[in-house]
């Protein structure tokens, strides 16, 4: 017999179905010798029959997965029957439409959220039965029951691929994924280099981007606790391979990772230079592991982002702020930057306040407009544009005046008297509005520009797919690949040839000691500066356009001190010159810039090289820096022609010969040799 005789236990595989889906048992049919012959001789058929044989009823299962895949629906285990129910008892299982019973019904639970989740079941009586048999010595299945008969429609082949039982990744392809995800590229982009590796085309991977999403998710689903030990002893071991590597964290009472905070050797070098201006961006939010993110930004000479730190943190308070700044400065030796942008936070505002009360702390104008459509754009509808290049407009005024008086302008002509967030900006507008930040150095980091500049650069890192420990890893990644990508865009600028606009000899003198970036910038002021007339006055010189009879800036300068300055503060908002200062020094008959006014940031110079001038004695960096300038300008005027190169070498030989016979010091020969190599 198949079937030993005693009770039949019963176990779904889905315990809904117990309730939703009734097959009839009456078509079993048990099957005469010949029909068993002809189910040998036919076992590659590809249509399920009664009596065919299986080895394994997980055989069975597969070869019914593939005749449904042809067919155009997938399959699942519905019920088994036995005398224990599973193990060495079972003997008859079931295998149905995916589609078969009802949908389930769920039971309520107000302490945890429901997911609306729709369901395919429709009732649908197509299904496999097979039971387990020994007559010929071995145990083998043989199919007892078969229906295909579907009370829906069934899915072309380019439809069925995407039922959740045909899209499978394999070990491969997981390995693959995570070495991917370890790299910080995006799911989409994984999804399109399989693609290529495979030579499929776009969209037929046995498998989807949710089902990748999927994958990594499962990967971060691990005990808090310990992800917070694994971290840990990857920071430990980094630590151990570099001693320069900086990092600083807290536990709580239960001795579980709290915050977690570390920054790179290369970082803080580069903060030495260029940490005048820092972004920390805490916007971003690691969802995996349900912890803030806050990352330390800052700009190059070269207009590039360059990364500082980051910080990882249980809580947005005060307390957690607090002490992440303190990493920070820590971090960086006690060096607090001149100014700090961050999104609009009132414990992060506290924060600073406490910490870095010496720094101008102001609000990324980026971040703020980023809230603009979900606050503004059902109010004002149609005039939502225009109010929008008003506030730009505002924004950008140089006189407080001016901006106060057109803010109520604003107001009342777009009827935003009662609306909140006009009146939360207005109170915040010291911090945000450029009329109030003008007399603060912010490196350009307040352009449209720079802010989407450097939300590429942390977007590189933030796509954290794997565990957390990895995290550390791939922003080091992320920031390695950075300085790589700078060096060649520094490499590709350096070797472009500089157009020189004006032919004026300041002009060919700041393109030889500032960087391209700032050169441009600089030179974008010069152009103007032809446009504007200069007046003197009792103490100072009144610049305003030509075109104009009001109005203008005023600008004081000394020559005997070379000190200039602007009534627009474009040179401390910028590091970069005005147009008004550029042509009272023109006016003047001063053919070269006043170094203190091309500042060691925006110059052609390595980060050592700057750290050693920044380090200096001030006479002694002043003169290092006064002796560069003349060397530029000494190259510059000599390639001009093939006699005044002969000259200049001539020269430069007797110097050096008469250089080489003065005596030196140790210490003045390392810094010396240290600025030859570094440039």
């Known amino acids: 017999m198949s079937e030993e005789a005693g009770p039949m236990l019963v176990v779904y595989d889905d315990p809904s179905d117990q309730r939703s889906l009734s097959l009839d048992d009456t078509s079993s049919t048990e099957e005469s010798p010949d029909e068993t012959r002809l189910s040998l001789e036919t076992t590659n058929d590809a249509i399920p029959y009664i009596g065919q044989r299986f080895a394994t009823h997980d055989a069975a299962y597969e070869f019914y997965s593939e005749f449904a895949k042809r067919c155009g ?32 019904i769920k039971n309520s639970n107000e302490s945890k959220p429901q997911r609306n989740r729709k369901s395919s079941r429709c009732g649908c009586q197509a299904y496999l039965r097979i039971s387990k048999t020994t007559e010929l010595g071995a145990p083998e299945w043989r199919v007892t029951g078969f229906a295909n008969h579907h009370n829906h429609e069934l899915l072309e082949p380019n439809q069925v691929r995407f039922l959740p039982a045909y899209r499978t990744i394999s070990d491969s392809d997981k390995s693959r994924i995570l070495m991917f995800a370890k790299t910080g590229i995006s799911v989409h982009q994984m999804m399109r280099l399989m693609e290529l590796e495979k030579c499929v085309e776009p969209g037929y991977l046995p498998f989807t981007e949710k089902d990748v999403r999927n994958l990594l998710q499962s990967f971060r689903k691990l005990d808090p606790e310990e992800e917070g030990i694994d971290l840990l002893r990857m920071c430990r071991n980094i630590k151990e391979k570099d001693s320069n590597f900086k990092f600083e964290y807290t536990l709580d009472s239960n001795n579980r990772l709290e915050n977690i905070a570390w920054s790179y050797a290369s970082s803080v070098q580069s903060y030495e230079i260029f940490g005048d201006a820092v972004v920390f961006d805490t916007t971003h939010h690691l969802t995996a592991f349900d912890m803030p993110l806050g990352i330390w930004v ?110 109520r302008d604003m107001v009342n002509s777009f009827g935003l008297h009662t609306n909140r967030h006009i009146a939360n900006l207005y109170g915040l507008r010291i911090f945000w509005a450029l009329p109030f930040l003008r007399s603060h150095f912010f490196a350009g980091m307040t352009t449209t520009g720079q802010s989407k500049s450097i939300n590429a650069f942390i977007q590189r890192f933030l796509s954290a797919q794997t565990r957390l420990a990895h995290f550390v890893e791939q922003v080091a990644v992320a920031v390695d690949f950075k300085d790589q990508a700078g060096e060649q865009q520094t490499m590709q600028q350096n070797l472009q040839n500089i157009c020189l606009k004006t032919g004026a000899p300041m002009e060919s003198h700041a393109a030889s000691m500032l960087t391209p970036f700032a050169f441009s910038k600089l030179q974008e002021q010069l152009v103007l500066a032809a446009h504007y007339a200069s007046f003197q006055m009792d103490d100072c010189f009144l610049v305003r356009h030509h075109m104009k009879v009001e109005g203008g800036r005023k600008v004081y300068w000394v020559p005997r001190d070379g000190i200039i300055s602007c009534s627009c503060r474009h040179f401390e908002f910028s590091g970069i010159l005005c147009r008004h200062s550029l042509r009272v020094l023109s006016t003047g008959n001063c053919f070269q810039i006043p170094d203190r006014y091309l500042p060691i940031r925006w110059r052609r110079i390595s980060t050592s090289s700057a750290k050693l001038l920044q380090g200096a004695p001030s006479d002694h960096a002043e003169r290092i820096q006064f002796l560069q300038s003349m060397v530029s300008s000494l190259v510059t005027e000599s390639a001009k022609s093939k006699e005044r190169l002969d000259i200049a070498i001539e020269q430069v030989s007797i110097l050096l010969s008469r250089i080489r016979e003065q005596p030196v010091s140790l210490q003045g020969m390392r810094d010396v040799s240290s600025i030859h190599r570094s440039l």
């Open 298 to 407: 800052g700009m190059n000479n070269y207009g590039m982002p360059c990364f500082f730190g980051c910080v990882l943190l249980r809580e947005e308070n005060l307390r957690s702020f607090s002490w992440a700044l303190k990493a920070f400065l820590g971090f960086m030796n006690g060096k607090a930057p001149q100014t700090i942008l961050t999104d609009q936070n009132l414990c992060l505002k506290e924060a600073i306040a406490m910490e870095m009360p010496m720094t101008k702390h102001a609000l990324c104008i980026w971040m703020i407009v980023a809230k603009f459509p979900s606050w503004f754009n059902a109010v004002l509808g149609e005039r939502y544009n225009e109010w929008k290049a008003e506030f730009f407009r505002l924004y950008n005024l140089e006189s407080i005046e001016d901006f106060e008086l057109g803010w």
């Open 73 to 104: 629906f997938s399959i699942r285990r519905h019920r088994t029957e036995g005398k224990d129910g599973v193990g060495k008892g079972l003997t008859r299982r079931y295998f149905v439409c995916h589609r078969a019973g009802n949908t389930p």
